[in-house]
Every structure is written in C-alpha cells, then in structure tokens.
C-alpha cells in the first residue's frame, strides 16, 4: 500500500498480489445477458461509448474491490445515464421500486 | 423474455454431440435466485430506455440472439479455415479483420490481430484493465477471464497460470502474453495437433474451443492421451 | 504499416489505420513514460518505466483518455505495440529469459529508450 503509485486506479490490476483462479466459466444470468445486449445496443447507435463506461468503472474506488463484473458495469451504465441526462436518479429510484414489486408478486 | 432463454437452452442442447457442454460459448448461468439490486438496477434502466424510446426491446432481444447464437461459433470457424488453407492463414496471420470478412465473419467495430502457436512459442491473452476481448468472433467471455485473480496473474505468472489450466510449456518454449489493453482485439491460432489431417473444417472447429483460441489451452485430438 | 491489398474487388476492412507522421518505427527501442496522470488512460501502471521494441504500428486512433470523458478525441493518436522482455518488467520473474509480454502503448506515452540498451532479448518473429 505506502508503494502504490498516485493515481492507480482499482481496475489496474496487471502484476498485483491474487489467489488461484476459478478456471470453471460460470456463464451469465438471464439479466446479465440482457445488460450486456443492453450496453451494446447503445454502444452501437452511439449513446455511450466503451470508453466511458469503462471510466465510470474505474472511478467507482475501494467499492470496485466489492462489486462483481457484472455489478460493476451496472453501477457503471447508471452513472454514464445520468450524466448524459438520459435517466434521472428519481425516475430511476422510482422505476426499481416498480421493477422489485413485480418480482416480489411473483 | 423467458421464452427467449428457452429458445437459447434448446439451441445448446441440438449442439451437444460428445461434450458435457458446449465448449465454444459460455455455459448457461447458474441457478437464478432472487433479483440482486443490480438485476433490479439494470431492468429499471432498460425500461426507462424503452419508454422513451432510446432503445427497443425487439433491439435488446436481437442482440441477445446474435450473441448467443452467432458470435461464440464464428472463432473457430475462422481458424479452422486457417489450419487448412495456408494462404488463409497468411492473410489471417496479417490483418484479422479482412481474412474474417473474407469469410463472411463481420467484426464490427473489433480490430482482430490473430497470433500463431509455434513449436517455439505459446501465445495467451488477458485484457489486465477491463475485459476486451473478441466477441464478435468468440461471443462472451468466460468468467474466468473477467475475474481479478486472472488479469492480476497472467501477465506476471503466465506459466503457472497456465499450470492451474492443466497447460504445461517447457522452458524452451516462450510465452507471449498479449495484454490487449486498447484498440486491437487478439485470437490465438493454435498448433494443430498430430492425428488430425484428414478431418474436415467441422470437425477441425469442434477441438477449436474458446479456451484454446484464448491460449490457456491446447487443442486435443480426441484418442490422444 | 502492413502492406496494401492487390485484390480487385471491393475493399474488406481491415485491422489497421494509416498513421501518418508516426514517430516511431518497427523496430526502435523505446522506454513507456514514468507519469501518473490521473483520469482514465490505457496504460498500465505496471509497464510504466520500462523499455521496449516496437514490434508493429497498429494505426491512429482516436485518444482514449478523451473519449472517456465525451469529448471525440481528435486529433488521433499513433498507437504501437510494443513487446517487453518479462525478465526487464518483473524482477522477481519466474520463467526463462525468452517469454515475452506484448501490449498496445499510444505515441505519447512513448520515448526514445536512451543509454545502453538493456540486455538484448531473444529475436521472435510475429
């Protein structure tokens, strides 16, 4: 840690200390596959560039460390949405209420 | 929606011939339990998209359908075609993208830079900063290559790495370890291995799995020990 | 730069960009920038500092650490591969001399590698 250089952020990993691999592939969920269609269907009609939403990864900190992939690049999407205007954090907050009342009646 | 999985689980099922499962493309997830608050997140968001009408769902379900369908069979198509027409395999071996065009293989926005297996050298690939990688060639990456423990290594501990694969190199092979870390995206063509020289492209693309394109395995022949 | 296609027939599309005016060549030993700016950049904090060979120019393109933050990241910038000796990146390197690690490294984070060259490498082909 007093070695890390200014400015590394958590996502460049290259050379840093790890454990075994888990060299079973785990696949992806169903909304997992749907998050990623999600990512590049706005990534093709030019909504949201790879770029930032690898930025947005990367600026999420320590909390990187604790999100899985997948909840890294929601996280990620989320902050690029309102940024861009595109979504707001009520309508968001509101949409997830609803979303979860669905499951939950299930 | 979940009709749509179904669609995709028959499809894995049709492919199956002496595989546990499908090793050209991802396996299925694992049980699903209860919606996390990012599955939850990540739906909200794109139902928001869709009533405003800055995505489709008909484009969300067609895209899911290209990657599970089309993407994760494409690889080892194009090196199949490679083990077998060596003025392919040139072509591939300098510029990617155009071979796989050749071949009807569109990779979109993917820069493709194919790198060959030689007796004298093993090639593997890792994106350390995030997890590029082909997938318009090879469909999505396996878990294992997205996770920490496996961008944090291979650059600096390939051949154990490679160990923990069941791949084991000899000192007087080099290991070249690609970290495509910005606008290329990288295929290994492995060695084509003894017992193989009469079989066709077909079958030459069922030994190509993903993982020996990603370089952490080698091609088995089956019969071979 | 590879070399133009002969084919007649409607262009395919190809790996490569032209990079016009490109400062390096295949070739040239060059040494990675020791910066640590922050914001989003590509390359890794692990190959700062070190040298290497540029083993092919890949092209322009438009500038990464720009196009994270909206802007269109022109003008673009000549991205290189570059191929490191493992043994000249990691001190404590396991494997034999020979293994290497490759990457893509933009011009400017780029110099000319000055002094004596560190211990030449074996010579692999593509």
Same mark, same amino acid.
């Given at each position: &840690?007093?070695?890390?250089?200014?400015?590394?952020?958590?996502?460049?990993?290259?050379?840093? #200390?790890?454990?075994?691999?888990?060299?079973?592939?785990?696949? &992806?969920?169903?909304?997992?596959?749907?998050?990623? #269609?999600?990512?590049?269907?706005?990534?093709?009609?030019?909504?949201?560039?790879?770029?930032?939403?690898?930025?947005?990864?990367?600026?999420?900190?320590?909390?990187?460390?604790?999100?899985?992939?997948?909840?890294?690049?929601? &996280?990620?999407?989320?902050?690029?949405?309102?940024?861009?205007?595109?979504?707001?954090?009520?309508?968001?907050?509101?949409? &997830? #209420?609803?979303?979860?009342?669905?499951?939950?009646?299930? | 929606?979940?009709?749509?999985?179904?669609?995709? !689980? /028959? =499809?894995?099922?049709?492919?199956?011939?002496?595989? %546990?499962?499908?090793?050209?493309? $991802?396996?299925?997830? %694992?049980?699903?339990?209860? $919606?996390?608050?990012?599955?939850?997140?990540?739906?909200?968001?794109? %139902?928001?998209?869709?009533?405003?009408?800055?995505?489709?769902?008909?484009?969300?379900?067609?895209?899911?359908?290209?990657?599970?369908?089309?993407?994760?069979?494409?690889?080892?198509?194009?090196?199949?075609?490679?083990?077998?027409?060596?003025?392919?395999?040139?072509?591939?071996?300098?510029?990617?993208?155009?071979?796989?065009?050749?071949?009807?293989? +569109?990779?979109?926005?993917?820069?493709?830079?194919?790198? +060959?297996?030689?007796?004298?050298?093993?090639?593997?690939?890792?994106?350390?900063?995030?997890?590029? =990688?082909?997938?318009?060639?090879?469909?999505?990456? $396996?878990?294992?290559?997205?996770?920490?423990? =496996?961008?944090?290594?291979?650059?600096?501990?390939?051949?154990?790495?490679?160990?923990? !694969?069941?791949?084991?190199?000899?000192?007087?092979?080099?290991?070249?370890?690609?970290?495509?870390?910005? /606008?290329?995206? =990288?295929?290994?063509?492995?060695?084509?291995?003894?017992?193989?020289?009469?079989?066709?492209?077909?079958?030459?693309?069922?030994?190509?799995?993903? /993982?020996?394109?990603?370089?952490?395995?080698? $091609?088995?022949?089956?019969?071979?020990? | 730069?590879?070399?133009?296609?002969?084919?007649?027939?409607?262009?395919?599309?190809? *790996?490569?960009?032209?990079?016009?005016?490109?400062?390096?060549?295949?070739?040239?030993?060059?040494?990675?920038?020791?910066?640590?700016?922050? @914001?989003?950049?590509?390359?890794?904090?692990?190959?700062?500092?070190?040298? @290497?060979?540029?083993?092919?120019?890949?092209?322009?393109?438009?500038?990464?650490?720009?196009?994270?933050?909206?802007?269109?990241?022109?003008?673009?910038?000549?991205?290189?591969?570059?191929?490191?000796?493992?043994?000249?990146?990691?001190?404590?390197?396991?494997?034999?001399?020979?293994?290497?690690?490759?990457?893509?490294?933009?011009?400017?984070?780029?110099?000319?590698?000055?002094?004596?060259?560190? *211990?030449?490498?074996?010579?692999?082909?593509?």
């Amino acid at each position: &840690m007093s070695d890390r250089p200014l400015n590394k952020g958590p996502h460049d990993l290259g050379g840093t #200390a790890a454990g075994p691999i888990d060299t079973t592939d785990h696949g &992806m969920k169903f909304w997992e596959k749907q998050a990623n #269609a999600l990512r590049s269907t706005l990534g093709l009609k030019k909504i949201v560039r790879v770029d930032e939403l690898r930025r947005a990864a990367e600026d999420l900190g320590d909390q990187y460390y604790k999100l899985a992939y997948f909840e890294r690049t929601t &996280m990620a999407l989320r902050t690029l949405l309102l940024e861009k205007g595109l979504i707001t954090e009520a309508e968001l907050k509101a949409k &997830m #209420a609803e979303v979860r009342g669905r499951f939950d009646a299930k | 929606m979940s009709a749509m999985s179904d669609t995709a !689980f /028959d =499809y894995y099922s049709h492919r199956k011939h002496d595989h %546990e499962h499908d090793d050209h493309a $991802p396996v299925a997830g %694992e049980a699903e339990g209860p $919606p996390s608050d990012y599955e939850i997140m990540s739906r909200a968001m794109q %139902e928001l998209l869709e009533a405003k009408g800055v995505v489709t769902a008909e484009e969300i379900r067609r895209r899911m359908e290209i990657f599970e369908e089309e993407f994760p069979y494409r690889g080892s198509r194009v090196i199949a075609r490679a083990w077998t027409d060596p003025a392919f395999r040139a072509r591939l071996l300098e510029d990617g993208k155009a071979a796989c065009a050749e071949m009807g293989v +569109e990779l979109e926005a993917t820069r493709l830079i194919a790198v +060959e297996n030689t007796p004298d050298v093993h090639n593997v690939i890792v994106c350390t900063l995030c997890s590029c =990688y082909p997938r318009e060639l090879l469909g999505m990456p $396996p878990t294992w290559y997205k996770s920490d423990n =496996y961008r944090a290594r291979v650059v600096r501990e390939p051949r154990s790495v490679l160990k923990e !694969f069941g791949t084991v190199l000899p000192d007087n092979v080099t290991v070249r370890v690609h970290d495509s870390n910005a /606008d290329m995206r =990288y295929v290994v063509v492995p060695i084509r291995p003894q017992g193989t020289k009469d079989w066709s492209e077909e079958q030459l693309a069922e030994i190509l799995t993903r /993982d020996t394109l990603v370089g952490v395995t080698v $091609p088995q022949a089956p019969g071979k020990a | 730069m590879r070399s133009k296609r002969t084919r007649t027939r409607k262009a395919l599309p190809s *790996t490569y960009t032209p990079a016009p005016g490109h400062r390096f060549n295949v070739g040239d030993r060059v040494v990675i920038k020791r910066a640590f700016p922050p @914001g989003h950049r590509r390359t890794p904090c692990y190959i700062r500092g070190k040298e @290497g060979v540029i083993e092919r120019i890949c092209g322009a393109f438009p500038n990464p650490e720009e196009l994270a933050y909206g802007f269109d990241g022109e003008p673009a910038k000549v991205l290189y591969r570059v191929r490191f000796n493992q043994k000249h990146v990691w001190p404590d390197y396991q494997g034999p001399a020979r293994d290497l690690i490759e990457m893509e490294i933009f011009e400017h984070w780029l110099a000319p590698a000055s002094g004596r060259a560190q *211990t030449a490498g074996p010579t692999q082909s593509g």
